[in-house]
């Protein structure tokens, strides 16, 4: 008996073409029987629900068996399995202590057993299991193909055994199915779910071929107008309702819309024979491709403002706009794959209860209108079926990022309590706008906000933010097809700086390289995470410094509220070169007669090997923030954008919270001030233990800015002291968070 790679290879394939979850543990099962030369192959799964596992499939024992034959952890040879984790290999199965007999499976003559545990990701994913007549156990070769068959296909495993839809059931249920997704906008929302542009995949769409370059590209053009139309006829709608930097939005898809790279490239394949959609589609893809490739997730959310304007064009084309006009009474929950706010403004904003998107994350403009609007929205539900749910009604709680498709009258009726009460919470916040973020004992603490486009600007304003603490400069790099010019970039800060006048604004460099990729400035890797970006990406390119140097100061003149941020440091000489930059680049703007002056200088903490040299680094340097997610994803050598070890990134975790306690000290110690932006500043439990450290200065999503600020005028420092004090002997995040959560929820959040 050989088994080879190829023989894995085709039996994944074979998996992964099965049209359902039924068919394909049919397969796994029928195929292993065969390639073992086995008469039995069995496949048991454990319950998503309970401490159960259940015969799924099976190849040679009754099929009637199936869904029927079911075992507790450690009951039986296979409960063994699970409850040990260890494979079984057994010349005599009925002999062993642990066997269970089942005569419905009639698995009488089959003495000859073994079995593998199916892990994934550390969860017990079920049980494979194979049985023969022989009066041996199964040789070396046999068992070790077994276990890495089993090894390969416990990930394929996850999601069906997650499902629970392989479950069998007598009497047929009811209805009430829930799904998850990422938390865009928070609340509760209710209402009949409406599918928007379901019909539009980017990623199956079918390759077509043009049926004439001038018809194709009178299709194109054709699909522009009408689109141009619909973004300003939204506008014109929807203006009443929403402050004027979210309408700005309308401005950045049109910008988009209206992009040489969107149109250039679109026209060239057109010329080259392709479909005006199919065109769309491979040149949204390539844009979409280099912002999602970004580490940052502000960064990569813009990729589904690329993808949403290809949908929009797509489905002009295609002439497969819904018809039916929008029942106007009805509270809706609306879902596609991408929703934009040129979809909302078709409904009345109080008849749109939430939103469903497919693909999106927390910073996809979707999420930012939607907080503007109050509607809450889940972003990132890949595996539900929205044709398939289409009028049902549904729950979405996206606090806890939670669908609940056709949920009972009870369910129901308690998620309206709690809708009520989050909505009397939130209108009691507005009232802080203008309220210091200081405790009851009288420590303040600075509420920055986090922003990258100037659409994104006035939010921070409107919910108190006291200045910008991280200013993401690639954006205007990044919507471009060739590096943007001095005065190019010179606008844009300029419009920023002067909008939060006298507030300070930190504008961080260039922070490009290695998992941030420019459309026009293409490099690979090995290893991103460690190679050429941040500060050493600019250095390298002393031209782009020096550009960005000379507008971020040009742009501050006459406001002098500027500060500039290092990224992704980890020398000493990184910060003394920018310092020697920044000296020529004011003198140089001096002898052109222009007035300029030395803005503060800071640096990102994000690379471990700074908490070391900051004594030696301090005299350069004027300032200092911490960036939580990268400094997290460095210490604990955890990519956070790998499902398969981003359940281990927290920044509750003892680690980071010592690292982060040693930075305040020292920082304290050489008179540097010291912020903190990323998710942590955003997140109730961590702002706890930060500000018993003694952080005064956090920089956040300006939509979070209320919640955080009222939860710090609610408790006192001391407090938070003991909180600290109780959490440093704890050995993991898990307890850690216990511990706050029920501090939090003494507050009432």
């Not at 350069?620 to 281990?648: C, E, H, M, W």
Request: glycine share 6%; charged share 25%.
């Amino acid at each position: 008996m050989q088994h080879s790679l190829t023989t894995l290879t085709t039996l994944v394939q074979e998996i992964s073409g099965a049209e359902n979850a039924m068919s394909a543990m049919q397969v796994i099962v029928a195929r292993l029987s065969h390639i073992m030369e086995v008469p039995v192959c069995s496949l048991y799964l454990k319950s998503p629900t309970r401490s159960k596992l259940i015969l799924a499939a099976t190849q040679g024992l009754a099929e009637s068996s199936i869904g029927k034959i079911k075992l507790s952890i450690d009951e039986g040879l296979v409960g063994t399995i699970a409850a040990t984790k260890h494979t079984l290999n057994l010349a005599n199965a009925p002999a062993h202590e642990k066997y269970a007999f089942f005569p419905q499976a009639q698995e009488t003559p089959y003495r000859q057993f073994m079995g593998v545990p199916l892990i994934h990701l550390r969860q017990l994913i079920g049980v494979l299991v194979v049985q023969g007549t022989a009066k041996k156990p199964f040789s070396q070769e046999a068992e070790a193909f077994l276990v890495t068959i089993a090894s390969q296909l416990a990930g394929t495993l996850y999601n069906i055994q997650k499902s629970g839809e392989w479950i069998t059931t007598r009497k047929p249920k009811r209805l009430f199915k829930r799904y998850s997704g990422i938390a865009g906008s928070a609340g509760i929302g209710i209402g009949e779910l409406t599918p928007l542009h379901t019909h539009i995949d980017l990623k199956q769409a079918p390759e077509m071929q043009g049926a004439g370059i001038l018809k194709e590209r009178k299709q194109f053009d054709s699909a522009l107008d009408s689109v141009r139309d619909d973004l300003d006829l939204g506008a014109n709608r929807i203006e009443k309702e929403l402050p004027e930097d979210i309408l700005s939005l309308f401005g950045v898809y049109r910008m988009m819309l209206e992009s040489p790279e969107l149109l250039d490239s679109t026209r060239d394949l057109i010329a080259q024979g392709c479909s005006a959609q199919w065109a769309v589609r491979e040149t949204a893809l390539k844009l979409a491709s280099s912002f999602e490739q970004a580490d940052d997730p502000y960064l990569k959310a813009r990729g589904e403002d690329v993808r949403n304007i290809a949908i929009k064009l797509m489905t002009q084309m295609a002439r497969k706009e819904q018809t039916e006009s929008p029942d106007k009474t009805t509270p809706v929950i609306l879902a596609g794959e991408l929703i934009s706010i040129a979809d909302l403004s078709a409904y009345p904003s109080d008849q749109i209860q939430g939103i469903i998107c497919r693909s999106g994350s927390a910073l996809s403009h979707t999420s930012i209108v939607a907080n503007a609007l109050g509607i809450p929205a889940i972003m990132g539900v890949s595996d539900l079926d929205i044709k398939r749910y289409k009028g049902k009604q549904i729950v979405i709680d996206a606090g806890r990022g939670e669908i609940i498709i056709a949920p009972p009258e009870e369910m129901v009726a308690e998620y309206q309590r709690i809708k009520d009460t989050e909505q009397q919470f939130n209108q009691s916040l507005a009232g802080l706008k203008d309220l210091p973020a200081v405790t009851t004992d009288d420590f303040h603490v600075s509420l920055f906000t986090n922003t990258g486009l100037l659409a994104d600007v006035s939010p921070g304003l409107r919910n108190g933010a006291e200045g910008i603490g991280l200013y993401r400069s690639e954006i205007p790099f990044m919507i471009h097809d060739n590096f943007p010019t001095e005065e190019e970039q010179y606008l844009v800060y300029k419009e920023v700086i002067d909008a939060y006048s006298p507030r300070p604004v930190s504008m961080r460099t260039l922070d490009i390289g290695g998992d941030k990729q420019l459309p026009y400035f293409d490099f690979k890797e090995e290893n991103p995470y460690l190679g050429w970006r941040g500060i050493r990406f600019t250095l390298d390119n002393t031209t782009l410094q020096v550009t960005q140097l000379r507008a971020m100061v040009r742009a501050a003149h006459g406001r002098e509220n500027l500060k500039i941020l290092i990224p992704m440091v980890s020398r000493i000489d990184e910060v003394k070169t920018i310092k020697e930059l920044l000296n020529q680049v004011i003198s140089e703007l001096v002898a052109e007669g222009k007035q300029a002056i030395m803005p503060k200088l800071g640096i990102m903490i994000e690379v471990p090997s700074v908490l070391l040299l900051l004594d030696k680094i301090a005299p350069y340097i004027d300032f200092v923030s911490i960036g939580s997610n990268d400094l997290t994803q460095y210490l604990l050598a955890v990519d956070r954008n790998n499902p398969k070890v981003s359940r281990l990134f927290d920044n509750l975790n003892p680690a980071v919270l010592s690292a982060l306690y040693f930075i305040r000290k020292k920082c304290a110690a050489l008179q540097l001030p010291v912020s903190l932006c990323g998710e942590m500043a955003a997140d109730p439990a961590s702002v706890l233990l930060l500000v018993a450290m003694g952080f005064d200065r956090l920089s956040l999503s300006a939509h979070r800015i209320p919640k955080i600020k009222w939860l710090i005028r609610n408790i006192s420092r001391a407090d938070a002291k003991k909180l600290l004090a109780k959490v440093e002997s704890a050995e993991d995040e898990s307890e850690i968070r216990k511990v706050l959560n029920k501090k939090l929820k003494e507050l009432g959040l």
